[in-house]
Nanobody, 126 residues
Framework: QVQLVESGGGSVQAGGSLRLSCAAS????????VSWFRQAPGKEREGVAA?????????YYADSVKGRFTISQDNARNTVYLQMNSLKPEDTAMYYC??????????????????WGQGTQVTVSS
């Protein structure tokens, strides 16, 4: 089993920045892919970014966040970060990290992931 704990959410104004953290524990050898998803009220869950953790890359991003968000990893801490810059009101959502061995599958499909964190709220005001 893998336990994932997100932190770093909060409220910011448009144009601001936040850094989310996803700390993993348990069977961390199973951290092949680690991804960030988000879900806003009344909307479907959306894949935001992913990193092939066990190989230290590559990284993948949704078109809506390319150039603004950066996913990175700290192997010593078994932690994946999501640096979010130039935040927009439409980025407001609950953000979740997820992990599983999804080699060769669609990283943005949440159904592919077994392990999920509890989520952290990001609110961006205009």
């Amino acid at each position: 089993q893998v336990q994932l704990v997100e932190s770093g959410g909060g409220s910011v104004q448009a144009g601001g920045s936040l850094r989310l953290s996803c700390a993993a524990s348990g069977s961390t050898y199973r951290l092949t892919y680690v991804s960030w998803f988000r879900q806003a009220p009344g909307k479907e869950r959306e894949g935001v970014a992913a990193i092939a953790f066990s190989r230290r890359g590559p990284t993948y991003y949704a078109d809506s966040v390319k150039g603004r968000f950066t996913i990175s990893q700290d192997n010593a801490r078994n932690t994946v970060y999501l640096q979010m810059n130039s935040l927009k009101p439409e980025d407001t959502a609950m953000y979740y990290c997820a992990s599983d061995n999804i080699w060769g599958r669609n990283w943005a499909d949440g159904k592919q992931y077994q392990f999920w964190g509890q989520g952290t709220q990001v609110t961006v005001s205009s």
